[in-house]
Every structure is written in structure tokens, then in C-alpha cells.
């Protein structure tokens, strides 16, 4: 198949189609609102799709519980006010253990915010952002290709483990254009979904009840701690990570999604001026690559973390450190994006710090 220049949300609307998706419900908000226009116009023409525009966010998210519980591939798409009001919804399809893939193309907040991009959503996606304790897995692309490849991964990765899986993107990855191919996929250890609500006969099987309210704390505690098995399970086999000319670098830039691409220039334009910088961006916030990290930390002289908001991965990449070797913030808020010239200036000023 050849590539097709596409819309980010174009590519990502069409890479869940490719990837056996069945129904989708949302609500428009900018700088997401081709992926629900796409649905719209491509979902008729696919047997067995549904496609609807929810009254609300709200709304959209309980649908999202529905279809998943009776076992669809079914998604949502929303920006980051809109997925806040989500949230409620997210964690009652967590607790309920069903898979389903709700994408985030971020926009600058907090609040309503504008539209331009951001990055300020990396602490709602990665450490839950609904009520109790759960986690998605939160994949953060940085191209529409890998937009679209993050798809049809997350699809698969939310039916093994039963449990949400988000695509967060920053508002450039949602209008940016780009060549990206897209083909269907068959992946053929996925298990059974013994478990979905899709009718009883009253003989062949267990009845099948789909649910996130257990009274008695003995039987909320056996979830809780299923649940948590499963995520120390995902972490020990799902973290997808990143590197770029880490072997010999005395400093490292840290960065997800878009900003992970400002990175690479600027580490090809630091080691253009004598200076070895190096990348790590992670694929996935969460899992986060502790570990890598960790072991970077051992030979490296700093860290520089560039993102688009005021410091959140942050929190994790000094986790990963754990204060072996010290780490610089760099931010832009409010839909600006940062510059190669500043990355590169502020491991200069890193380097005649570390030299002072």
C-alpha cells in the first residue's frame, strides 16, 4: 500500500477503522473535530459500524462503557477539556476491566484554554486522572505515522489486558499533515471475550455481568487487586521507549510526542557545536521507562526535559534519575513550541555550570 498524505486526526480516524473498530461516540471540540467528521462520513460505509455525536462528553464516554462491555472495538476522541469530562466514565470502564481507546489531542489549558497544542495533560493521562486507583496504558506519538501505528497497537494493547488504552497527542499531531500508511493488521494471540454481555441462553455459559460497583470491600479488594497485578504486569512487558545517540552523550534531552522531533534537531545541532547531547523520548508515558532512565543516569553529566507545559513528565524523569545526576526543566506554555536554539542554549548553560 502505498503512503497517502494525511491529516493527523484524518490518519488516526482511519487507522481504528483498519483496526477493526465497530463504533465510535464523541462530541466536537477543536483541534480534534476531523476524527469524529471523518467517522462520520466513513463508518456508514463499513458494515456492522456505528458511528454517533453524543449530546455530550459525558454521554459520549457511557456509550464508550456500553459497547465496550458487550465487547466491540469501540473509541472516543475528544481534547482536553472535553476529556476531562470524560474522566468519571474512564474510571468506571477501568474498574469494570474493558478494553476500549479514547485519543486526546491535547490543547493549552487549564480551563478552557485555547486551541494551539500542548502538552499539559501528561499528569490527567498518566497517573489516572479519574477517581480510585487505576491507570491506562498512554501511548504519545510523535508522527502521524506513529499516530496511526499507536492505533491499531492500542486497540490490541487495551483487548489483552482488558483495560483503557489512550493516544496522547498535542494539538500539532491532530492538524499536521504528513505520508503515512495504513494497513490492516491480524493479530492472532488476543484472547477470547468470554467475558462480554452479549446475551444468555441460560445453559451454555456463565452469565456475564459488567460492572464497576462491588458493596462488600471483600469483593472490591479482590479487583483492586487483580487490577493491579495486570498493571504490574503491563509494566513489566509494554514500556516502549526511545533512544537517540544516547552511547556517548554527556547530556540528555528528555521528551515525548512532537517535542521528541525538536529534540533530535537539537541534539544534531549541539553536537554540531562540539556539545554530546543525546534523546530519550518515551513511546509510552505509562508504562513510564523508569529503567531507562535509571541506567542513562549512571554515565551522563544531566538531564534537560522539554515539554509543553510547566514541568510534568518531569516528575517522572527525576523518579527514573533518582538523583544521580542533576535534571534542568525547559517549558513553553499557551500553544507555544519550543526552540532548538533554546534546548541548545540551556545545555550550554548546563555544560559551563557542570565546568564552573
Given at each position: 500500500?502505498?503512503?497517502?498524505?494525511?491529516?493527523?486526526?484524518?490518519?488516526?480516524?482511519?487507522?481504528?477503522?483498519?483496526?477493526?473498530?465497530?463504533?465510535?461516540?464523541?462530541?466536537?471540540?477543536?483541534?480534534?473535530?476531523?476524527?469524529?467528521?471523518?467517522?462520520?462520513?466513513?463508518?456508514?460505509?463499513?458494515?456492522?459500524?456505528?458511528?454517533?455525536?453524543?449530546?455530550?462528553?459525558?454521554?459520549?464516554?457511557?456509550?464508550?462503557?456500553?459497547?465496550?462491555?458487550?465487547?466491540?472495538?469501540?473509541?472516543?476522541?475528544?481534547?482536553?477539556?472535553?476529556?476531562?469530562?470524560?474522566?468519571?466514565?474512564?474510571?468506571?470502564?477501568?474498574?469494570?476491566?474493558?478494553?476500549?481507546?479514547?485519543?486526546?489531542?491535547?490543547?493549552?489549558?487549564?480551563?478552557?484554554?485555547?486551541?494551539?497544542?500542548?502538552?499539559?495533560?501528561?499528569?490527567?493521562?498518566?497517573?489516572?486522572?479519574?477517581?480510585?486507583?487505576?491507570?491506562?496504558?498512554?501511548?504519545?506519538?510523535?508522527?502521524?505515522?506513529?499516530?496511526?501505528?499507536?492505533?491499531?497497537?492500542?486497540?490490541?494493547?487495551?483487548?489483552?489486558?482488558?483495560?483503557?488504552?489512550?493516544?496522547?497527542?498535542?494539538?500539532?499531531?491532530?492538524?499536521?499533515?504528513?505520508?503515512?500508511?495504513?494497513?490492516?493488521?491480524?493479530?492472532?494471540?488476543?484472547?477470547?471475550?468470554?467475558?462480554?454481555?452479549?446475551?444468555?441462553?441460560?445453559?451454555?455459559?456463565?452469565?456475564?455481568?459488567?460492572?464497576?460497583?462491588?458493596?462488600?470491600?471483600?469483593?472490591?479488594?479482590?479487583?483492586?487487586?487483580?487490577?493491579?497485578?495486570?498493571?504490574?504486569?503491563?509494566?513489566?512487558?509494554?514500556?516502549?521507549?526511545?533512544?537517540?545517540?544516547?552511547?556517548?552523550?554527556?547530556?540528555?534531552?528528555?521528551?515525548?510526542?512532537?517535542?521528541?522531533?525538536?529534540?533530535?534537531?537539537?541534539?544534531?545541532?549541539?553536537?554540531?557545536?562540539?556539545?554530546?547531547?543525546?534523546?530519550?523520548?518515551?513511546?509510552?508515558?505509562?508504562?513510564?521507562?523508569?529503567?531507562?532512565?535509571?541506567?542513562?543516569?549512571?554515565?551522563?553529566?544531566?538531564?534537560?526535559?522539554?515539554e509543553m507545559n510547566h514541568g510534568q513528565m518531569l516528575e517522572d524523569v527525576k523518579i527514573g534519575v533518582a538523583g544521580q545526576a542533576p535534571v534542568e526543566f525547559l517549558g513553553t506554555v499557551g500553544g507555544n513550541v519550543?526552540?532548538?536554539?533554546?534546548?541548545?542554549?540551556?545545555?550550554?548553560?548546563?555544560?559551563?555550570?557542570?565546568?564552573?
Amino acid at each position: 500500500m502505498a503512503k497517502v498524505l494525511m491529516k493527523g486526526s484524518e490518519a488516526i480516524a482511519e487507522a481504528a477503522l483498519q483496526a477493526g473498530c465497530k463504533a465510535f461516540f464523541g462530541y466536537p471540540i477543536t483541534p480534534q473535530n476531523q476524527i469524529p467528521e471523518y467517522m462520520s462520513k466513513r463508518m456508514p460505509q463499513i458494515e456492522g459500524c456505528s458511528f454517533i455525536q453524543a449530546e455530550s462528553e459525558v454521554a459520549a464516554i457511557n456509550m464508550v462503557y456500553g459497547a465496550a462491555g458487550a465487547g466491540a472495538r469501540v473509541m472516543t476522541s475528544s481534547s482536553s477539556p472535553g476529556v476531562s469530562l470524560k474522566q468519571e466514565g474512564i474510571s468506571y470502564i477501568a474498574c469494570a476491566e474493558l478494553p476500549c481507546l479514547v485519543v486526546n489531542v491535547m490543547r493549552s489549558g487549564p480551563g478552557l484554554g485555547g486551541i494551539l497544542p500542548s502538552q499539559g495533560d501528561y499528569f490527567q493521562a498518566a497517573k489516572g486522572g479519574g477517581h480510585g486507583d487505576y491507570h491506562m496504558i498512554v501511548l504519545a506519538p510523535s508522527s502521524v505515522q506513529e499516530a496511526a501505528d499507536m492505533v491499531m497497537d492500542g486497540f490490541d494493547l487495551a483487548d489483552r489486558y482488558r483495560t483503557p488504552v489512550m493516544i496522547l497527542a498535542d494539538g500539532m499531531i491532530g492538524q499536521m499533515m504528513e505520508p503515512v500508511e495504513i494497513r490492516p493488521r491480524e493479530t492472532k494471540d488476543l484472547p477470547e471475550k468470554t467475558w462480554a454481555a452479549t446475551g444468555w441462553d441460560g445453559h451454555s455459559r456463565d452469565r456475564a455481568i459488567v460492572t464497576s460497583l462491588y458493596i462488600s470491600p471483600e469483593s472490591m479488594t479482590e479487583t483492586s487487586d487483580r487490577m493491579k497485578a495486570r498493571y504490574r504486569e503491563i509494566e513489566e512487558k509494554e514500556v516502549q521507549v526511545q533512544e537517540y545517540m544516547t552511547e556517548d552523550a554527556d547530556y540528555i534531552i528528555a521528551a515525548f510526542g512532537t517535542i521528541g522531533r525538536i529534540a533530535r534537531k537539537a541534539a544534531n545541532e549541539a553536537r554540531a557545536q562540539g556539545l554530546k547531547v543525546g534523546v530519550i523520548r518515551p513511546k509510552t508515558v505509562w508504562p513510564f521507562p523508569y529503567k531507562t532512565f535509571e541506567e542513562a543516569a549512571k554515565r551522563v553529566k544531566g538531564f534537560l526535559t522539554v515539554e509543553m507545559n510547566h514541568g510534568q513528565m518531569l516528575e517522572d524523569v527525576k523518579i527514573g534519575v533518582a538523583g544521580q545526576a542533576p535534571v534542568e526543566f525547559l517549558g513553553t506554555v499557551g500553544g507555544n513550541v519550543p526552540d532548538t536554539r533554546a534546548i541548545v542554549e540551556a545545555i550550554r548553560k548546563m555544560e559551563a555550570g557542570s565546568n564552573g
